[in-house]
């Protein structure tokens, strides 16, 4: 399976973000295997010996989770499964506008905390 994106934040953290524009009660579980694999790489130097983000010195931290979906649809099972990520993955639910063909707005940014 392919990620959906990763990019680096203005403070050269990786950012693993996992896009769904119908519920999916993956969306969690897909966005935590796509995190840990984005960490192990990052773990054993990979980025750099691909010559991934050539030019940006990328942080000594794990990547953050971004889990984004239009803020109505969410599955309802979502906030269940997100909640039982483990608190050393920085996760966050990012709900946007129902309408985010016509233009992306962020309507909504929680982070996810472990129960």
């Known amino acids: 399976s392919i990620l959906d994106l990763l990019t680096v934040n203005h403070q050269g953290r990786l950012v693993v973000i996992e896009l769904k524009a119908a519920e999916d009660a993956q969306l969690p579980l ?29 942080a000594d931290a794990p990547p953050l989770l971004y889990l984004v979906a239009p803020r109505l649809r969410f ?35 929680e982070r996810l905390q472990a129960i």
Do not use: M
Request: hydrophobic share 45%; with cysteine; charged share 25%.
């Open 30 to 58: 897909q966005g935590l295997d796509y995190w840990l694999r984005v960490e192990q790489a990052r773990v054993r130097g990979e980025f750099a010996r691909r010559g991934l983000f050539a030019g940006i010195e990328l």
């Open 75 to 109: 599955h309802r099972s979502f906030n269940l499964i997100a909640n039982c990520i483990v608190p050393e993955v920085e996760a966050y639910r990012i709900g946007l506008n129902t309408n985010w063909r016509a233009g992306v707005k962020v309507h909504e940014v």
